[in-house]
């Protein structure tokens, strides 16, 4: 994940000079999580009777060699081509490693393997960017496509060498051949996956515009884009661990719901901020809220999996996130384009409010019951 959040702040303002409209920004971003998001159901269920080392390890090796063709692309529809082609080969890491730490988590213990999983994965994500703006600011900006796929590259060898295949992990007896449709009727699964839609729809949107906010009004500078984002990643990937050993205690569902309005509450200042310190600030409380309902909604996740299987159902659950992650930025490019950026952050809070407010109702005990 450091590879990857090396781009996150250099991206969007790539894209602007190969001539990318709003609504092109969004669908270069989109592309990549809509791919993601159609691969893996039939590779997380692949996966349950395969298993997860031979996945993780051709999905390293595409998403190392496709690193290469951002230096290729001469248009917004090239750049496009190569993160479709990188949201297929990471259907295939993150969704399945999510499935592999699930496999060996003991019962009552996954919103803490969770959490610890999640503290690394924020950590790479959250590490990269800061280190994409001084790469920007002191190099080039298409040194930051060679360093994440030199770092991909890295990944690749080392699980290789050190991830155990799944014939040498204990395994626990789960079901393979039960269908998407009969897991979806599942209310908790079901209010998971549209929390999980929901708030990838409103982040996602925000991590696409925001480094355009910061840059095109702000007139911030790469490595000051790369901290303001770093770190909010960074504090939420610190607080995974503590939030998850919370949720190992608390009513999950409680945290998600209320996570989620307290986060919602603080995007509408977004455009507001006018200095450096302003929105970074505000972007480490952002932070701070972001926490709360992650390892949550993990553990919740994967208390479900182990009745319907593991990778088809973290499988969905990444599906939500993939579909929000898509959906979100198309949305909000086409609303770039129309009102500004501004009108992003505020579309932003609406929807993730009105959102929140239905998963509350889905996780009540009368939809429950009906």
């Keep these: 994940m450091l590879g990857v959040g090396i781009i996150v702040p250099i991206l969007p303002i790539y894209a602007e000079t190969l001539g990318a409209t709003g609504l092109w920004l969004g669908a270069i971003f989109a592309g990549f999580s809509l791919t993601r998001s159609i691969s893996m159901p039939l590779i997380g269920r692949f996966s349950d009777r395969m298993g997860r080392k031979r996945f993780i390890t051709l999905g390293l090796f595409i998403y190392t060699i496709s690193s290469l063709g951002y230096l290729q692309a001469d248009s917004a529809l090239e750049l496009f081509i190569v993160r479709v082609v990188q949201g297929?080969?990471?259907a295939m890491i993150i969704p399945i490693a999510m499935a592999f730490i699930a496999d060996i988590a003991p019962p009552q213990k996954?919103?803490?393997?969770?959490?610890?999983?999640?503290?690394?994965?924020?950590?790479?994500?959250g590490s990269g960017p800061i280190l994409g703006g001084i790469s920007k600011d002191f190099i080039s900006m298409d040194a930051n496509f060679l360093i994440m796929g030199g770092l991909c590259l890295l990944a690749l060898v080392l699980v290789l060498i050190y991830l155990p295949r799944s014939s040498s992990i204990p395994q626990k007896q789960q079901p393979t051949d039960i269908s998407?449709?009969?897991?979806?009727?599942?209310?908790?699964?079901?209010?998971?996956?549209?929390?999980?839609?929901?708030?990838?729809?409103?982040?996602?949107?925000?991590m696409t515009f925001l480094p355009l906010y910061a840059h095109n009004v702000l007139d911030l500078t790469g490595s000051q884009i790369g901290i303001v984002i770093s770190a909010s990643i960074l504090l939420t990937a610190f607080l995974q661990l503590p939030f998850g050993k919370l949720?190992?205690?608390v009513n999950r569902k409680v945290l998600v719901v209320t996570g989620s309005l307290l986060y919602f509450s603080i995007v509408p200042l977004i455009p507001h901020t006018l200095t450096f310190i302003q929105i970074l600030?505000?972007?480490?409380?952002l932070g701070f809220l972001g926490a709360v309902s992650l390892p949550a909604a993990s553990a919740l996740i994967v208390t479900e999996g182990k009745t319907y299987g593991m990778g088809s159902t973290m499988a969905i659950f990444n599906v939500a996130m993939s579909m929000g992650l898509a959906v979100g930025p198309l949305t909000s490019g086409i609303i770039l384009d129309i009102w500004g950026l501004s009108g992003i952050f505020y579309f932003c809070t609406t929807f993730g409010f009105l959102s929140t407010v239905t998963v509350a109702w889905m996780f009540s005990k009368r939809f429950t019951q009906e």
């Design 281 to 285: 600030s505000l972007n480490i409380f």
């Design 110 to 125: 996954e919103g803490s393997y969770m959490g610890l999983f999640t503290v690394a994965l924020f950590l790479g994500f």
């Design 88 to 90: 297929f080969s990471s």
């Design 247 to 249: 949720a190992d205690r």
């Design 180 to 206: 998407f449709s009969t897991i979806l009727q599942n209310r908790n699964i079901l209010a998971i996956c549209f929390y999980r839609f929901s708030n990838a729809f409103c982040r996602g949107s925000i």
